[in-house]
């Protein structure tokens, strides 16, 4: 096919958006979603997510896991062995699927209401660590849990 002809002596143009433009917007685009990506994974754990995977732990009756999500303070005055002797009586307390009531946030410390199927009403607290959160314990209620006052 011949090239157009060429009208008032200019010859025929290159693409609307050159290469080079469409290219490097490619790329700020990559980055960009990244760098998002990177900022979601490393993003700070809430402290009923914590919970939750400390619910997870009783349910699956993890000893290790669910010791490790226990502040230091406990892990100092409780030790592993002890602490799976008795994670079975606490099972049936705290399940996964609880429901969250009123929370509140002070110095650190979050306290958070829980309650529904298979869960005894109790309030539990815990302490900002890092990028996370540590279990303190649980406040007065039925729950069999002996944790010390930290």
């Known amino acids: 096919m011949a090239d157009p002809p060429e009208e008032n002596g200019a010859g025929r143009r290159g693409p609307a958006l050159p290469t080079a433009v469409v290219a490097v917007s490619v790329i700020v685009a990559l980055v960009a979603v990244s760098g998002l990506l990177v900022v979601l994974f490393r ?13 997870r732990s009783l ?44 929370r509140t946030f002070h110095e650190g410390i979050a306290t958070i209401e829980v309650f529904g199927e ?16 540590e279990i303190l314990g649980v406040e007065e209620s039925a729950v069999p849990i002996p944790f010390p006052d930290t």
């Open 43 to 55: 993003r700070t754990t809430g402290p009923g997510e914590v919970l939750r995977d400390f619910a």
């Open 59 to 102: 349910e699956a009756e993890d000893c290790p896991e669910s010791y490790a999500l226990l502040a230091a303070a406990i892990r100092e005055q409780v030790d592993e062995g002890s602490w799976c002797e008795i994670l079975p009586e606490m099972v049936p307390h705290l399940s996964p699927a609880f429901s969250i009531g009123q």
């Open 118 to 133: 298979d869960t005894t009403p109790a309030t539990w607290r815990l302490r900002k660590a890092g990028r996370s959160w």
